[in-house]
Structure formats: structure tokens, C-alpha cells
């Protein structure tokens, strides 16, 4: 069976972000190579199965992989699958058919409704259900490292400094979960965009050896500012990438709107361009948490990426 390790993922990585770069070039011409560009399986909100077949469409083996279809389930990143279905995917990994370029660990308590909801119910925020979620995190864990995956990420929850107590101890389990994924080989990537590239910058300092997977469509969702500016404040820490837009919220209160790629206001030759300006040379992968046609959505990103 052929299986990826770490050193091996990130020099193919390397190697390709080298010879082919971001090329913010003329209509018809790719941004990225193919090898660099991959999906979000949850964005399908389907099957591993169906996103397999659909991978295959797109002539596409990279995927950011979500844990819960492996795990407990949940709502936004897919129901706990059969033994026989996870079997078939881990089948996928070996093989080659899949690369999966990260883990993505969410926990079933958060609740995405409105912005306030998520603040009080995201990540690893909730006192009454750490216990909890400190089960699961040791069983991600293991699983990306199985499988040979460099970066496991997560939404760990708002960063909140003006009450000392609460924001020390978020630092303190955040902390632990490095150290509990680095005890298996595996680096820990916070999701941004719940705040702005100055804070998120600022703690990023606080906890050592965490990277960032950075997206751009969350910092418009949030309204917490530009992207483009966003990527050289946070360049040092960047491990992988989402491809996702979206419009900023009329209202602080209120959610912004995501978009397929290309519709919002993240400019697709502005972004590439940036992350080639401060060298990034990792994988991509396209997100679609909206609309009533996502695998069109996904299709139409990689179109409008690849030309």
C-alpha cells in the first residue's frame, strides 16, 4: 500500500508550488497547478462515497478531510459513516487515490446560526462541554496520524482578551491540544477569520508551534476586514488554504454572505497573487458552506482556478 509521510507530502508540496507558483495570469490561464488544488469534504454534504466520484469528475486527489464521518458525526461536517464506507475511504488514502493534504476536527455542539450563537457555542470555548470534547480530541489525533497527515485543523473559538481568567484558560486547552497532537506527529492549524489578522497575529504568539488555515471568506463573514491585507500579517504561520468568498455583513450583528468562488469580494487574482508575493507554497482547498448547489459551486471553483 502507498502511504504519504509528512516530509514527503510537504517537499511534493514544495517541489510543485516551485515550479508552478500562483499565476494571477489572463483569463483561460490556471492560478495554481492541479496538484496543489483540492475540496473540503464536507462541502459536498454528502457521502464520502459521492465525494469520491465527484473528486473524480474534477480530476481532483487532494481533500481536506472531515473527522466526524469517522467519528461521532455531526450536522455541518457529516454524519458518523458505516464501518464498511470509512474502510472504503481509509482504502482511498493508501492508495493514492486521495491525498489528503489535512484533518479537520469540528465538534456537533456549535451552533452556526447567527453570529452570537457561534461565539458563545464555537470550539473549545464552552466550559460545560470541554470534558467532552477532550475525548474526542486524542481520537482525531490518532487518525491523522495514521494516515500519515501533516496538519489536523479546527475552529478553536473567538479569542476574547479583555477577560483574563476566560482567555488564559482558553490558551491553557489550546496548549494541550498542540501537545496532544504533536505527540503523534501531527501540527495543530487554527481556522481564521473570527478575528481580525491583528489579533489572530498578536495570539498566535501565545501558544507555540500552531499554524493557520487561512480563510479568506471567514474574515468577510465575520466583518473583520480585508483578506488580501490579511495574508502577509499572517504569512509566517499559513500551513494550508481554503479557496471560499464571500460578501461582508450590512450589519455587525448579522452573517455576511458566501458566495461561489469568484462572485464575492475576495479577488481571485489579488489573492493568488499575495500568497505568491510572501512565498506560500502549500495546498489549496476549495470550501462551500452555502447555496443550493454546492457541487456546482465546486466545480465552478476549480474551473475558474485551473482555466
Known sequence: MLSINR???LKGLLISGFVSGCLPSAKGAPYISRDRLGVCSWSYQKPLDTVAAEMKKLNIKNIHLALQPFLDGDERHGAA???EAQ???VARIYSGEWI???TMLSFNHEDYTTPATILKTGGIVPDEQWETSKKIIPRAAVLTAEWKVPFMSMHAGFLDESNKAAFDKFVERLTWIRDTCKSYGVKLTLESGQETAEDLAKFMNHVDGIG?????????LYGKGDPIKAIPILAKWMDHVHIKDAKAPLKADE???????GDGSVNPAAFFEALEKVGYKGAF???REGGTNR???IALAAQRILG
Open 87 to 89: 474502510a472504503a475511504a
Open 212 to 220: 493557520i488555515n487561512f480563510d479568506p471568506a471567514n474574515m468577510l
Open 285 to 287: 482547498a476549495i470550501e
Open 100 to 102: 489528503v493534504t489535512s
Open 7 to 9: 516530509k514527503d507530502f
Open 81 to 83: 459513516e458505516s464501518k
Open 255 to 261: 452573517w455576511g454572505q458566501e458566495l461561489p468562488w
Open 295 to 297: 457541487t456546482g459551486d
